[in-house]
C-alpha cells in the first residue's frame, strides 16, 4: 500500500528502524502528527506468546493516570435497588429484563457493559450480540460486580481494556495528543508496565518482541523494549 505524502513527509524525521526511549518517542509521534483533528495515541504491542495455550493468553484492565480522552458510554445491567446509583456513577442507560431485551435485539449504542452477578443468568440470551463485540461482562475484567459504581466510575473515568488477538499482538489507546509530551509519557510508562507485569505463567524466552506507538494516521515509532540489552 502506497504511503501518503504526508506520511512519506513524517517517515524522513527520523529513523524508522531505530529504538527509542519512551520520551523521544512520544516527541516524535507529537511532532509527526498529520491530521489536523486531535488524534489518538496508540500503542502495539508484539509478545513472544502463543495465544493457543490458555496459559499464554493475556487479558486485563488499566487506569490510566491521566485518562484516555475517550468519551465511554457505559451500560449497567442491575436490580431496581442500583438504577440510580449507577446512573449517578455514569452509566448511560441502567436497566433489567427490558434492557437485556433491548440488547437481545441488536442495540449496542456503547462502549462497556457493567452487571451484578445475580444478573448473568439473564443476560445470557444477549451473549450473541455482546461477545462478537467484546462486550460480555466478564469477571476477570471486573465488570461483573455488585459494586458497579465503582466500576462504572473507573470506566468512564478512562480505565480501558487489553487482550492479546490470535496471532499474540496487543493494540490499545494511551491518550490523546492535545495531552501534552508530560501526561502521554505518564500513560505510556503506565501501559507499558502493565503489560510487563501481566507477563503468562507458559511464556517462554523473549516476551516483549517489539512496542510501536503511532498517533492516528501517523508513522509507527518503535520504542525500546528493555529486551535489547539481553539480545546483544
Not at 76 to 104: F, M, N, P, V
Not at 161 to 176: C, Y
Not at 191 to 196: A, E, L
Request: aromatic letters at 6%.
Amino acid at each position: 500500500m502506497a504511503l501518503s505524502k504526508a506520511l512519506k513527509s513524517a517517515y524522513e524525521k527520523f529513523d524508522k528502524e531505530k529504538k527509542y526511549s519512551v520520551a523521544e518517542a512520544v516527541k516524535l509521534m507529537i511532532d509527526t502528527k498529520s491530521v489536523k483533528f486531535d488524534a489518538t495515541a496508540e500503542i502495539h504491542f508484539t509478545l513472544g506468546i502463543d495465544p493457543r495455550h490458555a496459559d499464554q493468553q493475556l487479558r486485563s484492565t488499566i487506569s490510566l493516570p491521566n485518562g484516555t480522552g475517550k468519551t465511554v458510554n457505559v451500560v449497567a445491567i442491575c436490580g431496581d435497588d442500583k438504577h440510580k446509583a449507577a446512573k449517578a456513577a455514569g452509566a448511560i442507560e441502567s436497566g433489567d429484563k427490558e434492557l437485556i431485551e433491548k440488547i437481545a435485539g441488536g442495540w449496542t449504542d456503547f462502549d462497556a457493559v457493567v452487571a451484578t452477578p445475580d444478573m448473568m443468568k439473564n443476560l445470557a440470551k444477549a451473549a450473541r450480540v455482546l461477545g462478537p463485540k467484546g462486550l460480555m461482562p466478564n469477571p476477570k475484567t471486573g465488570t461483573v460486580t455488585p459494586d458497579i459504581e465503582k466500576v462504572i466510575k473507573e470506566l468512564v473515568g478512562g480505565r480501558i481494556e487489553f487482550r492479546n488477538d490470535k496471532f499474540g499482538l496487543i493494540h490499545t489507546i494511551f491518550g490523546k495528543i492535545s495531552f501534552g509530551q508530560e501526561k502521554l509519557e505518564e500513560n505510556l510508562n503506565m501501559m507499558i508496565q502493565t503489560i510487563k507485569d501481566a507477563k503468562p505463567s507458559g511464556q517462554k524466552g523473549t516476551y516483549l518482541k517489539r512496542i510501536t506507538i503511532n498517533s492516528t494516521m501517523g508513522p509507527g515509532i518503535q520504542i525500546l523494549t528493555g529486551a535489547e540489552e539481553t539480545e546483544q
